[in-house]
């Protein structure tokens, strides 16, 4: 059965910072796109970044220059670097894993992100 788990949320103040993973297993991690959304209370899931199997990364508008998404591929794991976190960013962050040229997808079930002081 594949897994893929979320960690790292939390509570932290505006201008923190927090490191997000996704540990990813029964899967060829290395075949997979990734990416990270989240879901705010009353608003629709919205992607964060992403990054391919080459390692090509992109941004949501709104965290370029504060996020910054990574991969290990040797441990199936994901990483999402949180800095100059604001209040706005408070959600719960899911991951993404998609398999290559396919449409077989698997989602983590969160972890929680709250900025506030």
């Known amino acids: 059965q594949v897994v893929l788990v979320e960690s790292g949320g939390g509570l932290v103040q505006p201008g923190g910072s927090l490191r997000l993973s996704c540990v990813a297993s029964e899967i060829l991690f290395r075949l997979h796109d990734i990416s990270w959304y989240r879901q705010a209370p009353g608003k629709q899931r919205e992607l964060v970044a992403h990054?391919?199997?080459?390692?090509?990364?992109n941004y949501a508008d709104f965290v370029k220059g504060r996020f910054s998404i990574s991969r290990d591929n040797f441990v199936n794991t994901g990483y999402l670097q949180m800095t100059s976190l604001e209040p706005e960013d408070t959600a719960v962050y899911s991951c993404?894993?998609?398999?290559?040229?396919?449409?077989?997808?698997?989602w983590g079930q969160g972890t929680q992100v709250t900025v506030s002081s």
């Open positions: 993404h894993a998609q398999r290559i040229g396919t449409r077989i997808d698997y």
């Open positions: 990054i391919t199997v080459g390692g090509e990364t």
